[in-house]
């Protein structure tokens, strides 16, 4: 009975968000910016620009970017979806 998944556990949608760690200016990498964009879990897809530091954002999936969510130079908050990413 210990192995059996918790209801909403195991999910079915090939499609996840990656968020912004932290508050401030977006600013994607050249190489993320494409549509179908291969990466590798943990791989930057971007920097948010804070007052006094420079947070890289990355992925906890690999997979393929679907697209954007948030534009270069866009304000974000902690959270904040930046990016579509379907995993592979």
């Keep these: 009975m210990d192995n059996v998944p918790l209801h909403g556990e195991i999910l079915a949608v090939p499609e996840r968000v990656i ?10 990498l050249d190489s993320a910016e494409g549509a179908d964009t291969v990466i590798a879990a943990g791989q930057a897809i971007g920097v948010v620009e804070g007052p006094g ?9 690999p997979g393929a970017i679907i697209g954007m969510l948030a534009r270069a130079g866009e304000r974000v908050r902690e959270g904040q979806p930046v990016a579509w990413l379907r995993v592979t």
């Design 19 to 28: 968020v912004a760690p932290a508050v401030g200016v977006f600013r994607p």
């Design 53 to 61: 530091a420079s947070t890289p954002v990355r992925s906890p999936f």
